[in-house]
Each structure stands twice: as C-alpha cells, then as structure tokens.
C-alpha cells in the first residue's frame, strides 16, 4: 500500500507560480513511477508530468512543458511540481499519482492515468488572469 497527500495548492496571479509537493508512506519503495495529473471543472483528468522514482526519467504534457518541472526527493519521500509562468488554464484540481509496475512506454502512455494505481486526494490550484 503507498499513500499519497498533496499540498501546496492556491490562488494566484497570471504570470505567477505555485510549487506543489506529494509526499509518500507505505511501501514508498514500491513505486516505480510517479506522476501529476489535473482535472478542470467538467473534464477529463489530464496526464501533466511523470518522473521514473529510480532513473529520474521525466516527462511532460506539451500543454506544460518549458514551464513546469517534475522532480523528486527520494529520502523525504516527496514528490514536487514546479509551476512557473501560470495562466488560467492551469485552473484544476491537481493529483498525484503513483505505479507500482515498471515505468516504462511512450510519454504518452506513462500519461495515461488508469496506468496508475495509487492517487492522492487533490490539492487545488486556481489562476486569475
């Protein structure tokens, strides 16, 4: 069992930036991959970025690449997403996830997120232009 809690989640400007933290117990050791997901208000959840938790691989919707970054803290167990430059597109409640299989595939597959199988309950983040 991994158990995910996300934080860092706001309001704030146009232009601005949030830094959004994941942090991980249970069987940390266990996930291979992890992973940022976000769901605006009536659709569908979007993969944004994943990290490989032992090759430091990383990934990036093109929606959010050149902007946010994904990175890691294996020995606090946390997981972080940069947001710089946010614009009100960024608007959704934000989820971390993790697998616990290989992280291996496309960037498109390792976005995908029934590929996942441990989620965290969502940390809100809402841009004002």
């Known amino acids: 069992q991994v158990q995910l809690v996300e934080s860092g989640g706001g309001s704030v400007q146009a232009g601005g930036s949030l830094k959004l933290s994941c942090g991980a117990s249970g069987d940390t050791y266990s996930s291979r991959c992890m992973a940022w997901f976000r769901q605006k208000t009536g659709k569908e959840r979007e993969g944004v970025a994943t990290?490989?938790?032992?090759?430091?691989?990383?990934s990036y919707a093109d929606s959010v690449k050149g902007r946010f970054t994904i990175s890691q803290d294996n020995a606090k167990n946390t997981l972080y997403l940069q947001m710089n430059s946010l614009t009100p597109e960024d608007t959704a409640m934000y989820y971390c996830?993790?697998?616990?299989?290989?992280?291996?595939?496309?960037?498109?597959?390792?976005?995908?997120?029934?590929?996942?199988?441990?989620w965290g309950q969502g940390t809100q983040v809402a841009v004002s232009s």
């Open positions: 996830a993790a697998r616990t299989g290989p992280c291996v595939g496309s960037e498109w597959w390792l976005l995908i997120g029934s590929n996942y199988n441990y």
């Open positions: 990290i490989g938790t032992r090759t430091g691989s990383t």
